[in-house]
């Protein structure tokens, strides 16, 4: 699976920003898809996934209520609505994809996208 990033930019806390992730390659339907961000640093952290096919999501407790994943299966993208930005959430945002099953352990994410970069500002 190929992954491609998109959408990150400069804001300010309080705003909103979604980014997005174009799929391609191969099919996917039964891949869970995610967003995982690294912070300069840091390690590489679990953000939100989807399960393709059902559409169950799963967050991370720092995100909860703020982010929202969806996908498009129109278009073989993924979604990460972010709203009310912290500084905290200053990062770079991977997506990925695990043709196995949900997980928050990056080892066993099989597909990286590039990373998009997403700074907001105090």
């Known amino acids: 699976v190929q992954l491609q990033a998109s959408g990150g930019g400069l804001v300010q806390a309080g705003d909103s920003l979604r980014l997005s992730c174009a799929a391609s390659?191969?099919?996917?339907?039964?891949?869970?898809m995610g967003w995982f961000r690294q912070a300069p640093g840091k390690e590489r952290e679990f953000v939100a996934a989807?399960?393709?096919?059902?559409?169950?999501?799963y967050y991370a407790d720092s995100v909860k209520g703020r982010f929202t994943i969806s996908r498009d299966k129109a278009k073989d993208t993924v979604h990460l609505q972010m709203n009310s930005l912290k500084p905290e959430d200053t990062a770079v945002y991977y997506c990925?994809?695990?043709?196995?099953?949900?997980?928050?352990?990056?080892?066993?994410?099989?597909?990286w996208g590039q990373g998009t970069l997403v700074t907001v500002s105090s």
């Open positions: 390659g191969r099919t996917f339907s039964s891949y869970v």
């Open positions: 989807i399960i393709w096919s059902t559409g169950r999501t």
């Open positions: 990925a994809a695990n043709a196995n099953y949900f997980s928050t352990d990056v080892q066993t994410w099989d597909s």
